[in-house]
């Protein structure tokens, strides 16, 4: 089964739908609040076609479509973009992984042995939201925006995003990834850009990346308060150093650096502790969840054998 999110996707949803039921069962379209005829054109071309009455964003249409698979029992699930960009023919290198239950999630890399005509910019942006990302969620692949993806049973039972996570939700997928020990692979594939993109690059940059400074202050707080409150404590002690000396050599007491100094001490061991109590927060939360499952999650493999009926 795959899931399209389409916005205003009339030109190229035709095709896609048509290419892609070559490859699976079903396709779900969620038309996320269009305005030209995206929805009449995808049931036309064969897909089941769900309608936001407006625009919710890509990581709630994905919601969307993921539960609608849900509901109808899939196997995997393949995410594809809606405008021509991803070759449909390449589906079944990236569910071979799946199917052999060596991966719960295969990313389709644009920047591994296939290559395709990238611009400059889009190479130099992409490189540095992955990098971004991999560090950030300390889960590491050479392409984290790339929206062709497949996810196994396990992971479409398990992954749900923000609803107001956007564009950045792929990069929630390695956080997500990380913290539900799901096994993700990458397949090399080609991608076609057919026209200018539709969004300003620069904002959809700025988007992602304030999606994954969420995504590391809810998933890592220590890193995130911690490290901030670390350097404000140190540029504190700094600062009062500097006042300590400047008082013995001159018996003279920098006042106005003496606040500074207090205020920096202050605000970071509050940040400090900050991430401290929320980390310790979110290890105990995390500790219930995985307590109340099990203490360990099988491997995809694990669970691909699991499945298998035993020989007789």
Do not use: C
Request: no cysteine; glycine share 8%.
């Amino acid at each position: 089964m795959a899931v399209i999110a389409a916005l205003n996707e009339d030109r190229f949803i035709g095709s896609v739908v048509l290419k892609t039921l070559h490859y699976v069962d079903q396709v779900i379209v969620v038309d996320d609040g269009s305005h030209d005829q995206t929805a009449a054109i995808a049931e036309q071309a064969g897909a089941v076609v769900i309608r936001h009455e407006r625009n919710l964003g890509k990581a709630q249409a994905v919601n969307t479509g993921l539960r609608r698979a849900r509901e109808m029992k899939a196997a995997l699930v393949v995410l594809i973009d809606a405008d021509g960009q991803h070759n449909p023919a390449e589906i079944p290198a990236l569910v071979a992984p799946i199917e052999a239950g060596a991966a719960d999630v295969v990313v389709g890399s644009r920047f591994l042995s296939v290559r395709s005509h990238i611009p400059r910019w889009r190479i130099w942006g992409q490189r540095a939201l992955t990098l971004a990302t991999n560090l950030a969620s300390g889960v590491a692949i050479t392409d984290s925006q790339s929206g062709f993806r497949v996810l196994s049973q396990h992971a479409l039972e398990t992954l749900t995003f923000r609803p107001e996570g956007g564009f950045s939700l792929e990069s929630e997928m390695q956080f997500l990834a990380q913290q539900h020990g799901l096994a993700i692979q990458e397949v090399p594939v080609s991608v076609t850009y057919a026209e200018r993109p539709k969004r300003n690059p620069f904002g959809h940059g700025v988007q992602v990346v304030n999606g994954i400074l969420v995504l590391v202050s809810q998933h890592r707080p220590l890193i995130f308060f911690g490290v901030p409150g670390l350097l404000t404590l140190a540029l504190g002690l700094a600062l009062g150093v500097i006042v300590v000396e400047r008082y013995n050599a001159y018996q003279n007491l920098a006042v106005g650096t003496a606040l500074i100094s207090i205020l920096l001490a202050i605000i970071g061991i509050q940040t400090l502790f900050t991430g401290i109590i929320l980390h310790s927060i979110r290890a105990l939360l995390m500790f219930d969840e995985h307590d109340s499952v099990s203490y360990t999650s099988p491997s995809p493999r694990d669970r691909t054998r699991s499945r298998m009926p035993s020989s007789a």
